[in-house]
Nanobody
Framework: QVQLVESGGGVVQAGGSPRLSCVASGSIATILSMGWYRQVPGKQRESVAVITSSGRTNYADSVKGRFTISRDNGKNTLYLQMNSLKPEDTAVYYC??????????????WGQGTLVTVSS
């Protein structure tokens, strides 16, 4: 069973530049995409940044130019470099993985989330 473990959250001052990490473990044959999503209480979870197997990236308009998603394939680790943080970036950030296992079955996996609180 594949698991995702996020880290790097916490309380950060506005303008700060933390980096989130997400480590994937388990039986992964082919990664289709990995991404970061966020959610605040009372609102729907939204996509922040996604990177496909080919390396193509997609960002939410609200974070373009401030956040950078990257992947270390050898370590099965996903990163989100967050720069110029704003109070409205406060949320629980979740890592998501889409993959095929060794039997070509499709799976979607979510991490447990890491809270990022931006203080003004």
């Amino acid at each position: 069973q594949v698991q995702l473990v996020e880290s790097g959250g916490g309380v950060v001052q506005a303008g700060g530049s933390p980096r989130l990490s997400c480590v994937a473990s388990g039986s992964i044959a082919t990664i289709l995409s990995m991404g970061w999503y966020r959610q605040v209480p009372g609102k729907q979870r939204e996509s922040v940044a996604v990177i496909t197997s080919s390396g193509r990236t997609n960002y939410a308009d609200s974070v373009k130019g401030r956040f950078t998603i990257s992947r270390d394939n050898g370590k099965n680790t996903l990163y989100l470099q967050m720069n110029s943080l704003k109070p409205e970036d406060t949320a629980v950030y979740y890592c998501r993985l889409e993959h095929f296992d060794t039997w070509s079955r499709y799976f979607e996996v979510w991490g447990q989330g890491t809270l990022v609180t931006v203080s003004s």
